[in-house]
């Protein structure tokens, strides 16, 4: 069962524009929430997170925004850049217990920014 | 701060062999995590390690295997090899997930096929 779901495989935007990247999940036990950008033949890099008490968390050009009643999430990119084209994975955690250093991934979306 | 390393980047193995990846942490950082990249599957957790206990196991079989040193360090090791064990094997490390050091900092992988 895909407890994190990010539907759209793929993104084109134009350089400058917003993206707007989407997750879903159905585990309410979440309770922090990661995005990640990774590039072929190398491992994810950790962009931004948000715990579940906030709706909303700005770094730079990144901002997160959680909707808790509705099990979404979405990373908005502002301006996009070319260097922004890799796949971007969703992630959720919950805390302690048998959820240890566990991060449930989303299925990725690859961004493609086009100059 | 020097990033999380694994080695070796690339393995090639044959059916019914044993491997052996290895994983250094970023320093301070005590949970290591493992997880297993596919084409299908995507991003699947295999086990996290904090001061050399295992705290957490994913679904897998128990040919896949891992410890952790006194160091932090981890190894996973993969018994008696099968073709669907080709994959990209990663490590992250966090300071500690259970007092809310959830962001994971990941290697760059190592790339297992096996023939």
């Known amino acids: 069962d895909q407890q994190v779901k990010q539907n759209s495989p793929s993104l084109s935007v134009q350089e400058g524009r917003i993206s707007i990247l989407n997750c879903d999940y159905t585990?309410?036990?979440?309770?922090?929430f990661l995005w990640y950008k990774k590039y072929p033949a190398e491992g994810p890099t950790f962009l931004i997170s948000i715990s579940s008490i906030k709706d909303k968390n700005e770094d730079g050009r990144f901002t997160v925004f959680l909707n808790k009643s509705a099990k979404h999430l979405s990373l908005h990119i502002v301006p996009s850049q070319p260097g922004d084209s890799a796949v971007y994975f969703c992630?959720?955690?919950?805390?302690?217990?048998?959820?240890?250093?566990?991060?449930?991934f989303g299925q990725g979306t690859i961004l493609t920014v086009h100059p | 701060k020097a990033g999380v390393t694994q080695t070796p980047r690339y393995l090639i193995k044959t059916r019914g062999q044993q491997v052996t990846l290895s994983c250094s942490p970023i320093s301070g950082h005590r949970s290591v995590s493992w997880y297993q990249q596919t084409p299908g599957q995507g991003l699947q957790f295999l086990f996290e390690?904090?001061?050399?206990?295992?705290?957490n196991k994913g679904n897998f079989p128990g040919r896949f295997s891992g410890r952790q040193f006194s160091n932090s360090r981890s190894e996973m090791n993969v018994s008696t090899l099968e073709l669907g064990d080709s994959a990209l094997y990663l490590c992250?490390?966090?300071?500690?997930?259970?007092?809310?050091?959830?962001?994971?900092?990941f290697g760059p992988g190592t790339r297992l096929t096996v023939t």
């Open positions: 992630a959720a955690s919950s805390a302690g217990g048998t959820s240890y250093g566990k991060l449930t």
């Open positions: 390690y904090f001061s050399e206990t295992q705290r």
């Open positions: 585990n309410s036990m979440f309770d922090y």
């Open positions: 992250a490390s966090s300071l500690d997930p259970g007092t809310g050091g959830y962001e994971q900092y």
